[in-house]
């Protein structure tokens, strides 16, 4: 993936069970539980590209959250701030080589960023 796709949607769920089912059933999609992410279902469409995750729902987040891809998230971010966007999640930790982000655009969206690497660097 490069710069500015988006690679990942999380959807909003109170019962992730009952999401697993539904969203299965409705489109298809292969969902379960990878080692490591116990209580947050990912799933992935028909196509093998397009996937995402089934998480838990809060106060701050009630509808479904498109995740980008960009080089570096603490420049995202700055940028963000300086547009008048607000930080929601700073930079977070997915694994030793992956971190994601979440921000408010000047319209209240939310947006989800994601920076990775393959390999030592």
Request: charged residues 20%; glycine residues 12%.
């Amino acid at each position: 993936m490069a710069h500015g796709d988006i690679t990942h949607i999380d959807i909003p769920v109170s019962d992730p069970a009952r999401a697993t089912e539904f969203y299965g059933a409705v489109f298809g999609w292969q969902i379960a539980e990878m080692p490591g992410f116990e209580g947050y279902p990912m799933w992935q469409a028909p196509n093998t590209i397009s996937g995402g995750g089934l998480a838990p729902r809060s106060d701050d987040f009630t509808t479904p959250r498109s995740y980008v891809e960009v080089d570096s998230i603490e420049e995202t971010l700055a940028t963000v701030r300086k547009l008048g966007g607000r930080v929601v999640t700073e930079k977070s930790e997915i694994s030793p080589t992956s971190w994601w982000a979440a921000f408010e655009d000047v319209d209240g969206n939310q947006i989800g960023l994601y920076e990775g690497t393959t390999g030592a660097g």
